[in-house]
Structures are given as structure tokens and as C-alpha cells.
């Protein structure tokens, strides 16, 4: 069932092209937002006009935590590492609301849509079918032979297949170097039990995969490419040495494991620059050679079985590209520069590089592409690509601007399409405790609204403590897959946002309205996060 949206006058206008903010789409006035009634009002907002210029501000932040609770500390942190790329600093902002006046309306109100009639009104087998049809293959066919498409072309084949489109150590079968890696997913907007699931594909550019010497010079090496992303690796975790696939070193012409011959080895020590072809390429800590390039596919929650796993369909394919390195002291004027936009008071706004996507500021561009009403895949509007920017962009937390390698099983093991059966709740680094079990605790709920009832009845006692001997003894596709009931409830929420093209509105697949959530706020009334709630110094990577 298709819902019907207010109808809103407003007056249309191209999308910005440089980064000006004269240049910005049409604006919908505030006052056109809708009372804070049970059910938000949602007026049509056209393509090219911009809703809402706080997009930056995730659905998460306007969760009440009541003095106690903190989702927040997975974003905003502040490091004493006066070294690490990431200055942002923001640690600040865990629980503090210190939104801009336009903020503090929480334009996000698909979260507060009661779905639950038309969730019934869609069968199981409806469902079903849709997930597990291909919407990827005939979307990259499209855009290839698209003559007027300018912008990358994120191609893997046979992609919609998951697992089956890479080889053992996740190297693409087609060839085009991608290489799929097994990561714990980030609490928790990309756990299963909260509505989709995910996989992340990296690619390094050409010379870091080409051989320099030996009988395969200027050729593809998977000796020198693994060696590269080994070595990556070691730079985005601060390791010394690491476990690899077994490497040829007279492939490599390098003494990889410093032991003074040239032999097969399967772990190799850090270096002061990479391999092959790009032998003159220095290591940079924390950082990602220029040209660095990432898939992500954000998808249903599938079924194979009994077993929950990646749907074939996505609901989303984001592309990035590393476009510019900057140094750690550029990179600190960077920040310091975001830092007094906010204190001033300045709304974000992104160059738009049309079919290359926004660029954040920070060295990176980034493009979305979602279902259209019909479930195909096209490109994201200026707004929703805004919507990716909140967190690939000047949060705290992120080491350059992404989540999931430095999250990466480390070494071989890693090596593959993400997999969380038997996957343990590694500790973050320099914690004791398994990362969900923290951060149930922490955020008193399974998810960053707190409301995930499943969640609830699974890992946590009728006083609120989390059932801590029954956490620990779950591995990780245990803690955060939900039931079959709930995985087709979350799978029709979302589909009838995409039938409604609402993502203005939001993203988040929920059936019930959210009751944790301000709809508007007032951050001088709103509850401060207690001392002894604050989480400092956390750090996404884990100690595997």
C-alpha cells in the first residue's frame, strides 16, 4: 500500500555544482515541517530540492538517552594521540544535542510512522520473492552502456551471489581486483536484527597489484597485491607483523619476514613502503593510498534456509573513491576549519561532482545508489547522498573517514566474504570486555533507539542488566541475526519506504513508531549525559 503524503507548494531549483552556498537547491521552509502529532507529517518533496540541510545529523543522535544511556560513543570521541590522522575531537558531543536551530527539529520522521497495517497487508511469500531477486546485475548493465554516464562504475560480477563472486581469500573471480574482507559489523545500524545487512569490498589501484620484477613484470601479482593490502593493513591497526595467504617472496623481490632469504611466507612484518609496482609509494599511518576505492551494499536481510544471510537484492550500493591524500597537518587544519563552521553556526554544504558523487572535504567522493519505486537501482539525489555524509565525514571516530577495514578479522583469517557464524565479540582495542557486550550495557537497548524488542528479550533481564553469561557464550551471528518473524517484518517496513521513495524521511526499516526518539528538542531541557555514562578514548578497532 502506497502512503499519501501531504501535499507542499515549493519552487524548484538545480542542484549545486561548486560549493557555494547560492548555489544550494531550493530550500522547504521550517515551518512546513508539521506539528509533533502521532503521525508526522511528510510532505512531497521534489528530487532536486533540499529538505533538509541538516541530512548530517543522523536519525540516531535525536535518541533520548536520559541521562544514562549513550549510542554516541561509537561516533564522537577524542583521542590524546596528538599523531592520528583523525583530529576531529568530538568527543564533546556524546549526549550534549549541540545541534544549529535548524537541527533541533529532527526532520527524520519515517521513525515515527506506525506501519504495522500495512507490514500485514504485504505475505510473507511477496517478501520473500523480492529479496531474493537480482536488482544488482541488470543496474551495472544499465550504467555500462549508459553513454551519457561519466562516473564510476561499481562492477562485480555475479556481486548479487555474495560469497560465491569471490575465491577463498576473497579476490574477485571476474578479475577486476576487488577483494571482499570479513569485518564485524558496527554497532548497530548495519546489524541484521535492526534491518538490513551488509558487505564491504576494497580495492587498491593498479600499480599496488602489478609485479615489478620477475617473469610477471607489469602484470597482475596476487603475491604483490596481498603483500600491499598486508601491509595497509598493518598501517590502519598499528601491528607489527601480520598473518598472510602464502606469499612467494622471489614474486615480490622483497625480504618480507627479514630473515635474509627470499622464500614462501605467511606473515610479513611492517614496512616503510609497499611492493611491486608501487615500491616508491611511502606508508602512511591511518591512511589509504590515493586512488583507494570501496564497495559497500547495503542489503535485505535474506534467507538461506533456516540460516539469515545477504540478500540478493540491495538496497543500496555506495560507492567511495580516495581522490586526495592530505597530509596529518592538513588534515588538522581540516578539522580545526570544520570545528569553527559549527561554532559559527554554518550549515553543511558538499561540492557536487554529478556522476562522481559529493566530496566530502576530506579527500574522498562518495556516491549512493538506491531502489527506485519499481526496486531498481538508480543514483541518489544531492539529499540523499547528503545522508552518507554525517558519517563519512568529520565524526571522531573514523580512521580516514571509514568504518569497516580497520574493523577487518585481522590478517589471513579475514581474507573472504564477510561470514559472522563463529565470529567472536572480539574487544575493542585496549578493552576487556566483547564490543557487544559493552555496548548493550552502555546503551541500555540493541540498537541506538533502545528499541528492538527482540534484542531485549534475548540478551537483557526484566531489571534492564544484560544477561552477560548468555552474551558470552554467543558468537556474533548469534548476538545480532534476528528471527525469521522479525527479519520479514523489518524486510516489508522497508519496502514500503522504498514504494513511498521516502528516504527524505529516512532509511530506518521500523514497524512500530519510535518512543526514544525526540521529535523536537530542546538542548538546554534535554537531560545531559551523566560523567559516569561517557565512554572516552574508545577505539573502533578490535583486538582480535
Not at 110 to 118: A, G, K, Y
Not at 188 to 199: A, E, I, R
Request: include cysteine; proline fraction near 5%; charge should be negative.
Amino acid at each position: 500500500m502506497k502512503r499519501v503524503f501531504y501535499p507542499l507548494i515549493i519552487m524548484l531549483a538545480g542542484l549545486m555544482t561548486g560549493c557555494g552556498e547560492e548555489d544550494m537547491p531550493a530550500v522547504v521552509d521550517p515551518e512546513d515541517y508539521g506539528s509533533n502529532t502521532d503521525e508526522p507529517a511528510r510532505p512531497e518533496i521534489a528530487a532536486d530540492t533540499l529538505y533538509n540541510r541538516e541530512a548530517v545529523i543522523p536519525p540516531q543522535c535525536y535518541t533520548k538517552t536520559e541521562g544514562v544511556n549513550n549510542p554516541c560513543y561509537t561516533c564522537h570521541q577524542t583521542y590524546s594521540d596528538p599523531k592520528r590522522p583523525n583530529s576531529m575531537e568530538d568527543g564533546f558531543l556524546q549526549g550534549d544535542y549541540n545541534f544549529s536551530d535548524l537541527g533541533v527539529h529532527n526532520h527524520w520522521s519515517n521513525l515515527f510512522v506506525d506501519r504495522r497495517d500495512d507490514v500485514a497487508g504485504i505475505s510473507d511469500g511477496e517478501i520473500e520473492d523480492y529479496v531474493s531477486t537480482d536488482n544488482y546485475s541488470d543496474f551495472i548493465e544499465r550504467l555500462q552502456d549508459d553513454e551519457n554516464w561519466s562516473g564510476p562504475v561499481p562492477a562485480i560480477e555475479d556481486l548479487a551471489d555474495g560469497a560465491a563472486a569471490f575465491d577463498d581469500y576473497g579476490l574477485a573471480k571476474d578479475g577486476s581486483g576487488w577483494v571482499a574482507f570479513n569485518y564485524k559489523p558496527l554497532p548497530s545500524t548495519f546489524w541484521p536484527t535492526n534491518g538490513s545487512t551488509d558487505d564491504v569490498i576494497i580495492r587498491l589501484p593498479e600499480r599496488f597489484r602489478t609485479a615489478s620484477c620477475g617473469d610477471d613484470v607489469s602484470r597482475f601479482s596476487q603475491d604483490v597485491y596481498f603483500t600491499n593490502l598486508a601491509i595497509l593493513e598493518m598501517a590502519m591497526k598499528d601491528l607489527p607483523e601480520i598473518s598472510t595467504p602464502l606469499i612467494e617472496e622471489n614474486k615480490v623481490c622483497a625480504d618480507l619476514n627479514n630473515d635474509g632469504i627470499l622464500s614462501e611466507v605467511v606473515s610479513i612484518g611492517a614496512r616503510p613502503s609497499y611492493v611491486g609496482a608501487a615500491s616508491g609509494q611511502k606508508v602512511e599511518r591511518m591512511a589509504y593510498p590515493e586512488g583507494t576505492q570501496f564497495i559497500h551494499t547495503v542489503r535485505y536481510v535474506g534467507f538461506d534456509g533456516d540460516e539469515i544471510v545477504p540478500s540478493k537484492r540491495m538496497k543500496e550500493v555506495r560507492y567511495m573513491k580516495k581522490v586526495k591524500h592530505y597530509s596529518v597537518a592538513e588534515l588538522a587544519s581540516l578539522y580545526g576549519n570544520e570545528r569553527q563552521e559549527k561554532i559559527d553556526g554554518n550549515l553543511p554544504v558538499y561540492s557536487d561532482h554529478g556522476d562522481k558523487g559529493l566530496n566530502n572535504g576530506m579527500g574522498w567522493e562518495v556516491l549512493g545508489f538506491i531502489e527506485d519505486g519499481e526496486g531498481e537501482l538508480r543514483k541518489q539525489t544531492y539529499q540523499e547522498q547528503m545522508f552518507c555524509m554525517g558519517c563519512h565525514g568529520t565524526i571522531g571516530t573514523t580512521i580516514d573517514q571509514t568504518f569497516a577495514f580497520p574493523r577487518k578479522v585481522t590478517g589471513a583469517n579475514g581474507w573472504g566474504y564477510i561470514d559472522l557464524k563463529g565470529m567472536a565479540d572480539a574487544p575493542n582495542m585496549d578493552e576487556k570486555k566483547g564490543e557487544i557486550l559493552q555496548y548493550l550495557g552502555r546503551v541500555g537497548g540493541g540498537n541506538e533507539f533502545r528499541e528492538n524488542p527482540e534484542m531485549k528479550a534475548r540478551w537483557f533481564n526484566e531489571d534492564g542488566s544484560v544477561r552477560e553469561s548468555a552474551v558470552l557464550n554467543a558468537d556474533v551471528y548469534a548476538l545480532i541475526t534476528p528471527s525469521r518473524e522479525r527479519a520479514l517484518a523489518l524486510n516489508k517496513a522497508y519496502k514500503i519506504i522504498v514504494d513511498e521513495q521516502s528516504y527524505v524521511y529516512g532509511r530506518d526499516a521500523t514497524v512500530v513508531p519510535a518512543k526514544n526518539v525526540f521529535r523536537e528538542l530542546d538542548p538546554e531541557k534535554a537531560a545531559p549525559l551523566e560523567a559516569a555514562s561517557r565512554v572516552n578514548h574508545w577505539d573502533i578497532r578490535l583486538d582480535w
